[in-house]
């Protein structure tokens, strides 16, 4: 009997080990183009691990495809967002930052991979430390600008550049003097041009439900409470479709929570 069972699961073993093999090869036998097209596939069901088994052996291929680089970046901040512990998080972040870096350096006039950027910046911004934020803070600036002037109708670079006002209007005069002594001057936002970005970002695309909810903070923001709870309530209202989706809906409902 034992010498049955150690058969089946040597049996077993080699069966799992071929076909894993078999997956290495037809991957190692397949085009940059394949292996984007498999990638692709799972990238647009937010599955990040299995979209960078395709993703990753394409880069060996092509390290210089500018669109698969920041597809690769994307597929971090997945895997960042997921991630539960804050190390994990910033470490996936980096990896993420590297590859819209390479991307960017490899296009400097295009505008989703400087946006790249600016959005691998923004989801670690709150995992580094204060002079490390100020930095990142310029970064996400200067980039979601760049991203705007070379391409106007890149509603996430608008949305980006919203939150970055809104952010920033909203840091007190107290963290202001502080930062301002030991790391330099922050920059003076308004709540007011937040708005503006936010309006853009929906009237290029009106199917995003985060520009809605973002849209509605900074209206809490300005003490705005009709127009606040008309746009977080439209946001929650709708499907979620991308990978903050579920994020930006909990921030939308902590907001409204504090609406009077």
Partial sequence: MTCDVTVRFFLKALWA???????????????PNDLITEGDAFDVKLQASE?????????????????????????????????????????????ALNYAERAAALAPNDSEAQLSIAISYGKMLPL???KEQ???SRRIKDTADKAIRL???NDLAWHVLGRWNRVLADVNLVKRGVASLVYGKLPQTTTEEA?????RALELNPNRLMHYVELGRAYA???RTAEARQFIEKGLSMPDVEKDDPET????RETLAKLH
Wanted: charged share 25%.
């Fill in 195 to 199: 708005v503006r970005c936010f309006k």
């Fill in 221 to 223: 923001q300005m003490g």
């Fill in 151 to 153: 391409d106007p109708h």
């Fill in 51 to 95: 979209a960078l088994e395709y993703y990753l052996p394409a880069e060996k291929l092509e390290p210089n495809n500018v669109r698969l680089l920041v597809r690769i970046a994307r597929q971090y901040r997945h895997l960042m967002a997921d991630a539960t512990a804050s190390n994990e998080k910033l470490r996936l972040g980096r990896i």
């Fill in 128 to 130: 580094l430390g204060i």
């Fill in 134 to 136: 100020i930095e990142a």
């Fill in 17 to 31: 080990i071929a076909s894993v093999s078999a997956i290495c090869a037809a991957v190692g036998a397949s085009s």
């Fill in 249 to 252: 809906k909990r921030r939308g």
